[in-house]
Every structure is written in C-alpha cells, then in structure tokens.
C-alpha cells in the first residue's frame, strides 16, 4: 500500500495493465467545500471524472473497471444529498447509456435492490439488459453496496442451501462461498484505487481485495483523469504479486 506518485509523463504500455481495477471515488465534497461550492457540484463534477475514466480504462487496456458508486453506509447523509446523487445516478444513466452501449461496454451493477425507488431499479435493470453481450469493458457498479452486507448474503444461501438438505456443510470453503457472492463471474481486482488520500476500503470488495495492490492518491475524484490512472497502473506495475507464495505473479 503506497501513495501514487506524481502523474508519469509517459503512461504504462498496455501490457502492464491490469485486468481488473476498482476505484473508490472519494472527495466530491471536498473537492467542493475547497472552492466555495455546494455539494452537489462536486458530485456532478465527479460524474466527468467517472466518463474520463471509463474512456480512459479501455484505451489502457482495462477489462473490468469496478467503481463505489453508492454504499450502504452513504444512507446516514443528508437526504438533500442522497437526493442529489440518486438524480445524477437517473441522468448518467438515461443521458449514457446509449454512448455506453454503442462503445461496446457491458454494465453491470452489484448491491441490494430492495428497497429502492421503482425507477432507479428499471434504470439498473435496463442498463444490464441492453449492454448484456457487450465486451470491450465491463463495468461494474457497485450502489446500495456494503461488502459485509455482501458477504452475510451469501452465508444466507448456503445456511437456506443446508437447510433444504441440498448441501453437506463439510463441503462448504472458500471458493463455494465466493461463488454466492453479487458477480462471481468477474474476476477479484487486480488494483484498488482511493482517491481524496484516505487509505481504508470502507466495506468494499473486501472479500475480493484479499490479494489487490491497493494505491491511494492525494487528489480528489473530480480531478482524477487518464494521467492519474496511469500513475496508479505504473505503481501497480512495479509491485511484486506473490500471491503468499515466493515467485511474483503477473496480472491475469
């Protein structure tokens, strides 16, 4: 775990990219807060951030970009501002989604559904289906999403599968766990991007990150851009992944 450093003033070739890179898109609101704007210019600001990015994972050679979109914890905010974020959640998708699909990016959302406005869930539904056979990028958005939550739906399965008598709990192990989880079709990312300098994962993916490098960048999400994900890929590139063994490992 590190610190990115400074922007590179050539990004990293395709080859060193990683398969799978998950992003944490924090400070919106302080990015905000620090030129005397409200909230919610922050939070639409990022919303840019968010289409440089997706842009910018296929040009580097990205296959799957996870972003934190909306927690389970993000419902204690201010409903002014939960408010805010839903709408921008409405327009991305209603204004996106065609650009989306046309480029080739499949989009899938991983989180709990109950429980949410009727629209938003037609918005998510229908963002799947139309980018279903898509595969230039897949991307995964992770809203109304708590890794614990995630987790302890899974153990629920297997206790539901145990108790119809559909399976032995000796059979029960990591890999049948993971299996349960929102998307086990996609693989655990290789990178793990915060922005905004805080260094937690905040109840993401953490079953997921058991292995990712995780790098941490002192700018917030509204300023991050092609040059930042490229940092983040050259530091990723100089790691060593041994994966607890004692010969490094290249990215899948």
């Known amino acids: 775990m590190s610190?990115?450093?400074?922007?590179?003033?050539?990004?990293?070739?395709?080859?060193?990219?990683?398969?799978?890179?998950a992003i944490i898109m924090d400070g919106n609101g302080r990015w905000a807060a620090a030129r005397g704007l409200p909230r919610a210019e922050g939070h639409r600001r990022g919303v840019e951030a968010l289409r440089r990015v997706v842009r910018a994972s296929h040009e580097l050679g990205?296959?799957?970009?996870?972003?934190?979109?909306?927690?389970?914890?993000?419902?204690?905010?201010?409903?002014?501002?939960?408010?805010?974020?839903?709408?921008?959640l409405r327009r991305f998708i209603r204004n996106d989604l065609a650009s989306l699909h046309r480029d080739g990016v499949k989009v899938r959302i991983i989180g709990e559904r109950e429980g949410l406005?009727?629209?938003?869930?037609?918005?998510?539904?229908?963002?799947?289906?139309?980018?279903?056979?898509?595969?230039r990028l897949t991307l995964v958005v992770a809203f109304n999403y708590g890794s614990r939550q995630e987790i302890a739906?899974?153990?629920?399965?297997?206790?539901?599968?145990?108790?119809?008598?559909?399976?032995d709990p000796a059979t029960i192990d990591a890999e049948t766990l993971g299996a349960h989880l929102d998307a086990p079709d996609i693989p655990d990312p290789d990178l793990i991007i915060r922005t905004s300098g805080e260094?937690?994962?905040?109840?993401f993916l953490m079953w997921q990150a058991a292995y990712s490098e995780l790098v941490f960048v002192?700018?917030?999400?509204?300023?991050?851009?092609?040059?930042?994900?490229?940092?983040?890929?050259?530091?990723?590139?100089?790691?060593?992944?041994?994966?607890g063994g004692l010969v490094a490992k290249t990215a899948s």
């Not at 260094?199 to 109840?203: D, E, F, G, K, V």
């Open 218 to 243: 002192p700018i917030h999400w509204p300023d991050f851009d092609k040059a930042a994900l490229e940092s983040a890929i050259a530091e990723f590139a100089r790691r060593e992944r041994r994966f």
């Open 117 to 135: 406005e009727s629209d938003i869930c037609a918005l998510l539904n229908e963002a799947e289906e139309l980018t279903r056979d898509n595969t």
């Open 153 to 167: 739906k899974a153990a629920q399965k297997l206790a539901r599968e145990i108790a119809e008598g559909k399976r």
């Open 62 to 88: 990205i296959r799957y970009l996870t972003i934190f979109s909306f927690s389970s914890e993000n419902w204690s905010r201010p409903a002014s501002e939960i408010g805010d974020l839903f709408g921008l």
């Open 199 to 203: 260094q937690r994962l905040s109840n």
């Open 3 to 21: 610190n990115a450093a400074a922007p590179a003033t050539e990004g990293p070739d395709r080859s060193e990219a990683p398969a799978h890179v």
